[in-house]
C-alpha cells in the first residue's frame, strides 16, 4: 500500500472498493482491511462511503448511516458528496432516526432476551447508554460483558482478558461463524475501547458495532 502522500484519490478509491468486495465474502477480514486504510488515510471519505456500501449490503444500515454521514464532509467531488448524502438520507428514513433509532431498535432486542444472568443484561444495557456518548468507554464495557457472556455460554470460570480471543475461537465449536466473528469484532473494539489511541480514535459506529455484535451473539444463545 502507497504512503499517504503519494497516494492517488483514484488509487485510494481502488483498494476502498477492494476492501468491499472482500468484505461482501468474509465481513471480519474486510473491516480489518478497512480499518488499516483508515489508520493510513483518515481524511478520505471515499473510505467510509465503501465501507458504508458494504454494511448496506450486509443488512447493517445503522453502520452504514454513520459511515455515509463521515464521508459527506470529507468527499471532494461533488457528484461523491452528493452519491454521499443521497444514501445518508435512504437510511435515515429506513432506521427512522438514524443512529438514536438504530439504538432503540438495540434496547427493543434486549428487552426482549430472557437471559438468566441479570447482571449481564445490566451491564450490556449501561453500555448501550454510553454508545452514542461515551463510544471508546461503551466498547470497553462490552468487552468485560463479552467475557461474562462466555463465562455463561461456556460453563467456565472467566480467564481473564489475555485469553479472550481464544476463548471466542473456541466457540466456534459451537456457534455459527457469524457470531464467531461478531464476538471477534467486539473483541478488538474493546481492547481499543479500553487502551485508546490517539491515530485510532472509536467512533458511535465502532461502539455501535461491538453492542450488535453482542447481541446477535446473546439472541443466538438464547434461542440454542
Not at 465474502?25 to 480489518?32: H, I, N
Not at 462490552?142 to 461474562?148: E, P, Q, T, Y
Not at 460453563?155 to 457470531?179: F, I, Q, T
Request: glycine fraction near 8%; hydrophobic fraction near 45%.
Amino acid at each position: 500500500m502507497p504512503s499517504p502522500p503519494h497516494a492517488s484519490l483514484q488509487s485510494i478509491a481502488h483498494l476502498a472498493e477492494v476492501a468491499r468486495q472482500v468484505m461482501a465474502q468474509d465481513r471480519a477480514a474486510g473491516e480489518v482491511q478497512f480499518q488499516r486504510l483508515l489508520t493510513r488515510y483518515p481524511e478520505d471519505g471515499m473510505i467510509y462511503y465503501e465501507r458504508g456500501e458494504a454494511y448496506r449490503r450486509l443488512g447493517q444500515h445503522a453502520l452504514a448511516l454513520a459511515d455515509y454521514e463521515r464521508a459527506v464532509p470529507l468527499l471532494q467531488l461533488k457528484e461523491s458528496k452528493q452519491r454521499a448524502l443521497d444514501a445518508a438520507t435512504a437510511m435515515h428514513q429506513r432506521l427512522g432516526g438514524g443512529m438514536a433509532g438504530a439504538l432503540a431498535d438495540a434496547r427493543r432486542r434486549l428487552e426482549q432476551l430472557r437471559l438468566p444472568d441479570l447482571l449481564l443484561s445490566i451491564a450490556v444495557l449501561e453500555a448501550l447508554e454510553l454508545v452514542d456518548r461515551e463510544p471508546a468507554r461503551a466498547a470497553a464495557m462490552l468487552r468485560d460483558c463479552l467475557v461474562r457472556f462466555l463465562d455463561q455460554a461456556q460453563g467456565k470460570a472467566a480467564l481473564g482478558h489475555g485469553d479472550l480471543r481464544k476463548r471466542v475461537l473456541a466457540l466456534g465449536e459451537r456457534a455459527p461463524l457469524a457470531v464467531v466473528q461478531h464476538l471477534q469484532l467486539a473483541y478488538v473494539l474493546g481492547n481499543l475501547g479500553a487502551h485508546p489511541r490517539p491515530d485510532q480514535p472509536l467512533t458511535v459506529a465502532d461502539a455501535y458495532g461491538s453492542l450488535n455484535g453482542l447481541l446477535c451473539a446473546l439472541e443466538w444463545w438464547e434461542e440454542n
